[in-house]
């Protein structure tokens, strides 16, 4: 099958590259190469001379040229965003226009050009400060932060193009990814440089924030799923691990992967946008694509940090 792939050099899009292949696909990607964090090409140079692999280095703004790529491509993954919570409340325009306004553009291209399904990546931010525990997708999305706004207003254009045009969309309300490739600025990534050289973890509140952290693979599982599922008909669905871990315990696993137990963490303030707690409620994707989350927080940390110990020469510019 011919299918599109935006943010195809980013941390998830690039592992997604790889399945996506693996199985047999032509995959038309798409990434503009953004100045958020270097050194993305070398995670799909051992692509580069596929014949089932095109890249097109263009923003995802471009709507004309997005139709003409989207060309007898039958399923849209679109993962291009400017991700990250604490970027948007410097630059919430910034956010917007690759959240928002992008979506809204690949969805636009994907009608012209007669695309049956649009992947697209929401956020567990949309859920902001939860009621209750753990969220589920009927649950009130009440953003705090730029970021989470602009994914929940590009989930709203995922659902109306399904209502009103029969374009089949779902958004994937993903939970704390971590996994090889992870990218610079997340906390996983920052703990374990650090510790590496030997300074202490820089813990931002008292680390008893709690996070539902899922493994890249699991989550590209989820997505690539997606691709051939009944019809989601523009709804989100949760694709978390659907356990939650403090913090502290987070960084304990990585202080023991790193053999660095002697570096006592440090408690900082906490940031603006951040939420107290995430837990995701898994059932909804589970039914739909018969999927379910294989890694345990322990063994993804084990498995980043045997990554990161590997490359950190390599992607030390990043
Ligand atoms: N990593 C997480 O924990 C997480 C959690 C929730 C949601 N998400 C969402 O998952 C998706 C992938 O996230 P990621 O962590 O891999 O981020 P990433 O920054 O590694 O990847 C995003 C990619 O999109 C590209 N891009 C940005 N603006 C673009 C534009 N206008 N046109 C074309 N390409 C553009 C970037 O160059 C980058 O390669 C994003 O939509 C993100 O919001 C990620």
């Known amino acids: ?20 292949l693996q199985e047999g696909h032509h995959v038309v990607a798409i990434d503009n190469f953004d100045d958020y964090y270097s050194g993305k090409m070398r995670f799909l140079e051992p692509h580069l ?3 089932s692999f095109e890249l097109h280095r263009t923003s995802i703004l471009e709507q004309a040229e997005m139709a003409r790529l989207f060309q007898g491509v039958e399923v849209v993954y679109h993962l291009a965003a400017q991700a990250g919570v ?57 953003p705090v932060s730029p970021y989470a706004a602009s994914k929940l207003s590009a989930e709203m254009y995922c659902r109306l193009f399904y209502e009103l045009y029969g374009l089949q969309s779902v958004s994937l309300r993903y939970f704390t990814v971590y996994g090889p490739r992870q990218r610079p600025d997340m906390a996983i990534r ?31 599982d989820a ?34 992967a790193t053999r660095r137990t002697d570096l ?12 107290d707690h995430t837990w995701g409620d ?4 589970r039914e739909l694509l018969g999927w379910r989350p294989m890694v345990t927080i322990e063994e993804g940390v084990a498995r980043f940090v045997s990554w990161y110990e590997e490359k950190r020469e390599m992607h030390a510019e990043m």
């Open 1 to 20: 099958m011919k299918v599109a792939l935006t943010g195809a050099a980013g941390f998830i899009g690039s592992t997604l590259a790889d399945r996506l």
């Open 49 to 51: 001379d596929k014949g």
């Open 86 to 142: 604490r970027i948007s409340v410097k630059d919430p325009m910034r956010s917007h226009q690759a959240n928002a306004t992008g979506t809204l553009s690949v969805l636009l291209a994907a009608k012209e050009a007669g695309v049956r399904r649009v992947v697209s990546s929401s956020s567990s931010s949309v859920y902001g400060n939860a009621r209750k525990l753990p969220v589920s997708e009927s649950d009130q999305a009440v």
């Open 190 to 220: 920052i703990f374990t440089d650090r510790a590496l050289k030997g300074l202490r973890p820089q813990i931002f509140g008292d680390g008893e924030q709690t996070r539902d952290f899922t493994y890249v693979d699991d989550v590209v």
């Open 223 to 256: 997505v690539y799923r997606c691709g051939s599922c009944p019809d989601p008909k523009g709804e989100p669905l949760n694709i978390c691990s659907g356990r939650t871990v403090t913090v502290n315990h987070v960084v304990s696993e990585i202080l023991k």
């Open 264 to 275: 006592k963490p440090e408690y900082l303030g906490t940031q603006q946008g951040d939420v």
């Open 282 to 285: 898994n059932r909804k994707a």
